[in-house]
Nanobody
Framework: QVQLVESGGGLVQPGGSLRLSCAASGFTLANEAIGWFRQAPGKEREGVSCIVNIRAYYSDSVKGRFTISRDNVKNTVYLQMNSLRPDDTAVYYC??????????????????WGQGTQVTVSS
């Protein structure tokens, strides 16, 4: 059974950091494209990062601040988020691509989703 479980969210002050985890079961992360998405209240779900093989991709809104990585032994993907801003506040989800490709980084191209983890950036 394919399952993704996110963790690591929380409340952080502007300029702070968080590391999100996406633990997978039922399949091997290293063989798949895994994306991170976020959804703020009243907004559409937005793709922010993806990793496939040794390649990592970022949306313009997080480039230079977020880093995606993968631990093949733990079967887990991480999203290190630095220099957080209030507009990063959202529920963050990880998901597995339907086709083994990161692109398009749109939610309809991803088949399996975690339950999400809340990130709130506020002073």
């Amino acid at each position: 059974q394919v399952q993704l479980v996110e963790s690591g969210g929380g409340l952080v002050q502007p300029g702070g950091s968080l590391r999100l985890s996406c633990a997978a079961s039922g399949f091997t992360l290293a063989n798949e494209a895994i994306g991170w998405f976020r959804q703020a209240p009243g907004k559409e779900r937005e793709g922010v990062s993806c990793i496939v093989n040794i390649r990592a991709y970022y949306s313009d809104s997080v480039k230079g601040r977020f880093t995606i990585s993968r631990d093949n032994v733990k079967n887990t993907v991480y999203l290190q988020m630095n220099s957080l801003r209030p507009d990063d506040t959202a529920v963050y989800y990880c998901a597995r691509s339907r086709k083994g490709s990161c692109f398009p980084l749109r939610d309809y191209e991803y088949a399996y989703w975690g339950q999400g983890t809340q990130v709130t950036v506020s002073s």
